[in-house]
């Protein structure tokens, strides 16, 4: 993937942001405590924001990593020169407004990242923005748990440097492979009043505060499997079944592969090596309303 000419290199100054909490139940993740309540919304996007990056790194990789969201450092334009070699990945959300939220890498860092990825040495920089779709996939399945009024997402793209006098930023401190790689999260300042725009609902998964009820079903373990494909065959070709016998699937080379819960498809990937062992790296995330439809239809 090519990027476009950085159109933008303002002087390097911007709002700093520090992230407070610490996450119950993503011990991958430590937060900074010396933020106010004036962004408090755009605190808890960040945490669960950093939080899913964590879990995507090990989920493509593999690996663990640990994630430390900072304030951001540095007033001087060699700064601004600095983060516009960066790769900036831009993604906008929206509910009764709209907001715009960009993360951006060294190519140290999205090399690092993009190339511990199976299979992906020849392209590292697929691999890592794939690693931030992930994240924005899933810290936008997270707000939407905890809110009543939904929100949206537009397809994300890679960006020029935004302007940092209009942001409110934090760095992003990701140790991998006992390598330390930094990264640099702005958001809009916007961002707070979308985000606090909805009532909340009991469950709060970027803390993992559940309700009572949803709490006591946390540990029960569910049986995941991996459909492949299908084929109906009569049963007298059954019957003349034997070993290095052929069957053809419903399916293409390299379509995606369905996971099923209970026989309920809730995601589709594509299959990957991880460690020897056969995998899937998950695609696209079935939506409740295509999970009933596709029940209804089976």
């Known amino acids: 993937m090519s990027r476009p000419p950085n159109a933008h290199r303002e002087a390097w100054w911007g709002r700093p942001l520090a992230c407070a909490g610490r996450p119950a139940r993503l011990p991958q ?3 900074n405590r010396n933020m106010t309540n004036e ?11 950093s939080g899913e990056f964590s879990r995507a790194i090990e989920m493509f990789t593999g690996e663990k990593a640990v994630v430390k969201c900072e304030p951001l450092a540095g007033t001087s334009a060699d700064g601004a020169n600095d983060l516009s070699s ?7 959300m929206e509910r009764a407004g709209e907001f715009a939220f960009w993360i951006g890498a060294p190519e140290s ?7 511990a990825v199976d299979g992906s040495n020849s392209e590292p920089q697929k691999s890592y923005l794939e690693i931030v779709g992930q994240a924005n996939q899933a810290v936008l399945e997270a707000l939407n748990r905890r809110s009543s009024k939904p929100f949206s997402a537009s397809p994300g793209l890679v960006d020029a440097l935004p302007s940092m006098g209009t942001v409110i930023t934090a760095t992003l401190s990701v140790t991998f492979r006992e390598k330390s790689l930094s990264l ?5 300042p916007e961002a707070d009043k979308v985000l606090g725009g909805g009532s909340a609902l009991p469950v709060r998964v970027g803390e993992q505060s ?20 299908r084929a109906v065959l009569p049963v007298r070709e059954v019957l003349k079944m034997t070993s290095g016998s052929m069957i053809e699937l419903d399916r293409n080379v390299g379509e995606y592969v369905d996971l099923v819960v209970h026989g309920t498809v809730v995601a589709r990937g594509e299959v990957v090596s ?10 696209e995330i079935i939506s409740r309303q295509d999970r009933i439809a596709l029940h209804n239809g089976a």
């Open 29 to 31: 993740t430590v937060f």
């Open 39 to 49: 962004n408090s919304e755009i605190e808890l996007f960040l945490k669960d924001w």
């Open 86 to 92: 960066h790769l900036w990945w831009k993604q906008a």
């Open 109 to 115: 860092a999205w090399a690092e990242l993009g190339g």
């Open 184 to 188: 640099i999260a702005a958001i809009s």
């Open 210 to 229: 559940y309700a009572p009820m949803l709490q006591r079903l946390m540990d029960l373990e569910l049986p995941l499997s991996i459909t492949l494909g």
């Open 274 to 283: 991880v460690k020897g062992n056969y995998g899937v790296r998950i695609k």
